[in-house]
């Protein structure tokens, strides 16, 4: 169980990031620095001993050393990290120093950045500007979500799109129900322990799955909505993709992220996804999902597919003309994201058409709902 950590365990923590850099410090020294701490009417006392090879803490009191600090633990903090000037801390009462000032000077303050190997992935121009940079795919990958595989109405909708973009490209689709993707356990193995191997490495299927999306041009993730998001089984999909990133932080678009293991510079994505409810607002958490994976994994999105009410547009038989307008223009979208990187808003215009609410739909469906109650019929 994790707990707040004492003045005392921060100040190891400290000295130990400290002793990485004191090797190489060029003001070495013998001797201690005493630190007498108050914090929440309790009292730390610790004292950093230095020596030519080593910086250690010990707790207690130690006998004649070079230089003591009184002070609040806040304030120390805030003088080490560079946040409160000594001589404004000696001024003000906040600090209180006796001996040689100067021994601090054993703590080195030397930068990593210099040491540190970073891996590069800088951010691109198709990244920033996709359909201006765009060239025609060469192969297209569909994951399809959803938990009923090719009997759900994903697949249905979907149909239509992947034919328009086998006009122009090469379509490869496959179905996440019928591979085994573990969740993610949060243990961080993949960058610590095994760098990239994750632990159920050989357990499951997501590498796998991983390899076969890895070298597609644009993705496709198809689902329907479950829970006011995407399935689990899909989240279990991104959650474990951390172990193909490196554990480095680096700077994006617009704000820190990872860099990448597997470099597809001109990969992008298509999301696509249905719901049951007549508002567009249900999509409003998988459009903000897909805005931040955008980002951190380096793949700008593309095209945004979102059909409200898929399965009463299906079953109605009176609103079969809408049906197929629909489907006519998803094929036409298919086409389009293709050939220039985008979906024409006209398209668009078409498949996310609204469907009017009439007094009679909810007790219909309510209705439907008791009459499959019961009846131990899945296959709807």
């Given at each position: 169980m994790k707990e707040i950590l004492s003045p005392i365990a921060i100040m190891q923590?400290?000295?130990?990031?400290?002793?990485?850099?004191?090797p190489d410090h060029d003001q070495k020294s013998n001797g201690i620095i005493q630190f007498y701490f108050t914090h929440e009417d309790k009292k730390y006392d610790c004292y950093i001993q230095s020596n030519h090879d080593?910086?250690?803490l010990f707790e207690g009191i130690a006998e004649k050393p070079n230089v003591s600090v009184r002070c609040s633990f806040y304030h120390w903090l805030d003088l080490?990290?560079?946040r409160l000037n000594p001589f404004v801390g000696i001024i003000t009462r906040k600090l209180q120093f006796k001996g040689d000032i100067k021994f601090f000077n054993v703590i080195p303050k030397k930068s990593i950045k210099k040491s540190l190997w970073v891996p590069e992935d800088p951010v691109t121009k198709f990244e920033k500007n996709p359909?201006?940079?765009?060239?025609k795919p060469q192969k297209i990958v569909v994951l399809n979500a959803s938990p009923r595989g090719?009997?759900?109405?994903?697949?249905?909708?979907?149909?239509?799109?992947?034919?328009?973009?086998?006009?122009?490209?090469?379509?490869v689709t496959y179905y996440l129900n019928q591979y085994s993707v573990n969740p993610c356990k949060g243990c961080f193995s993949c960058w610590i322990n095994k760098p990239g191997e994750c632990i159920y490495q050989y357990e499951?299927?997501?590498?796998?799955?991983?390899?076969?999306?890895s070298d597609a041009d644009i993705?496709?993730?198809?689902?329907?909505?479950?829970?006011?998001?995407?399935?689990?089984?899909?989240?279990?999909?991104?959650?474990?993709?951390?172990?193909?990133a490196y554990p480095y932080m680096i700077e994006g678009i617009n704000?820190?992220?990872?860099?990448?293991?597997h470099i597809h510079k001109n990969q992008s994505m298509v999301v696509f996804s249905i719901c049951g409810f007549w508002e567009m607002k249900n999509f409003t958490p998988v459009k903000a999902f897909f805005n931040a994976l955008a980002h951190n994994r380096h793949c700008p999105v593309v095209g945004e597919i979102y059909r409200t009410t898929a399965i009463g547009l299906y079953d109605n038989p009176f609103l079969f003309k809408k049906l197929n307008q629909v489907l006519v223009a998803l094929e036409k979208a298919g086409e389009e994201v293709v050939t220039y990187g985008k979906i024409k808003r006209k398209t668009q215009k078409t498949i996310h058409q609204k469907l009017k609410r009439t007094s009679n739909d909810l007790d219909q469906i309510n209705e439907w709902w008791n009459t499959k109650k019961g009846s131990k019929v899945f296959d709807y």
């Open positions: 923590n400290m000295v130990e990031k400290l002793q990485n850099f004191y080593t910086l250690k080490a990290f560079g359909s201006k940079y765009w060239e090719e009997k759900g109405y994903t697949d249905f909708y979907l149909k239509p799109f992947i034919k328009g973009m086998q006009k122009e490209s090469v379509v499951d299927n997501f590498h796998q799955l991983a390899e076969q999306l993705i496709v993730y198809a689902f329907p909505i479950y829970a006011d998001n995407i399935p689990g089984v899909l989240k279990n999909y991104f959650e474990r993709s951390v172990s193909r704000g820190v992220r990872h860099p990448r293991k």
